[in-house]
């Protein structure tokens, strides 16, 4: 039987109980805590703010920010935002299913029908935050998460940032991996075009995952003769 002394009080942010870590960022740890009345899971992202530089912290309060201003359904919702003098606490909706790329890297490239239709929720995703002037600047199949259902959720926009059609971006984002050409090359961008980048890369076969690893392969795209047309 277990003693009393051994039994362990859970750990309490606010309302929600904390159950365990679901994962590691380089600014954050991810917590899976659960509301303690309703029972709602969610996720909770625990940024101690005395380890961070000023332009990490600044990043981190432009995420909260910028998740404030989107509804989607294939984006992960903001729920609340906590802070204390040290730390910052931001929940979200929770996507149990995890990361795509866990996904891939256990089960292999996904069946045709299934892929195409994370596909659509991807773009339609990154579609709605540029009409909102968002660009998120670190797509990668670690931050496109599922949820019960096995619908994307794209997460993570902790280099996502403002664009509007006048200005230019310059700030080195993202993941080698994944970075577009102009990222890589430090010369400027106006913001969509990094994201659509990504977008592109997936969408012809030029990431491979393999023994955890993203290797990025030689892509040839080719636009099918409506594409000006779909873009306008
Ligand atoms: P990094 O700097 O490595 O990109 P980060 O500190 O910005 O990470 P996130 O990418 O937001 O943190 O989260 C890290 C990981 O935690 C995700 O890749 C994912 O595995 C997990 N995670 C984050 N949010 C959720 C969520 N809402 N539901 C399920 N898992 C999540
Ligand atoms: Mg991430």
């Not at 994962?23 to 659960?34: I, M």
């Not at 890297?105 to 909102?132: F, N, T």
Request: aromatic share 10%; hydrophobic share 40%; with cysteine.
């Amino acid at each position: 039987m277990e003693k009393l002394s051994e039994k362990r009080t859970p750990i309490r942010v606010g309302f929600y109980d904390i159950e365990k870590t679901i994962g590691k960022g380089n600014f954050a740890v991810v917590k899976l805590a659960r509301h303690r009345l309703t029972k709602t899971e969610v996720a909770i992202k625990i940024i101690d703010k005395t380890q961070l530089q000023a332009a990490d912290l600044r990043r981190a309060y432009r995420e909260v920010r910028v998740l404030k201003k989107l509804h989607h359904p294939h984006i992960i919702r903001l729920y609340q935002v906590m802070e204390t003098k040290n730390m910052l606490y931001i929940v979200t909706e929770y996507a149990p299913q995890g990361e795509i790329f866990e996904h891939i890297a256990r089960h292999g490239r996904l069946p045709e029908p299934h892929a195409r239709r994370i596909y659509w929720q991807v773009v339609s995703a990154v579609d709605y935050c540029h009409k909102r002037s968002v660009v998120h600047r670190d797509l990668k199949a670690e931050n496109l998460l599922l949820d019960a259902e096995g619908s994307v959720k794209l997460a993570d926009f902790g280099f996502s940032t403002w664009w509007t059609q006048e200005t230019s971006l310059s700030t080195w984002c993202g993941s080698p991996p994944y970075a577009a050409p102009e990222v890589f090359e430090g010369r400027q961008y106006t913001g969509p075009e990094v994201d659509i980048w990504v977008i592109l890369l997936i969408m012809n076969d030029g990431i491979e995952i393999q023994n955890g690893d993203v290797k990025i392969m030689k892509i040839k795209i080719t636009f099918p003769h409506f594409f000006n047309r779909v873009l306008v």
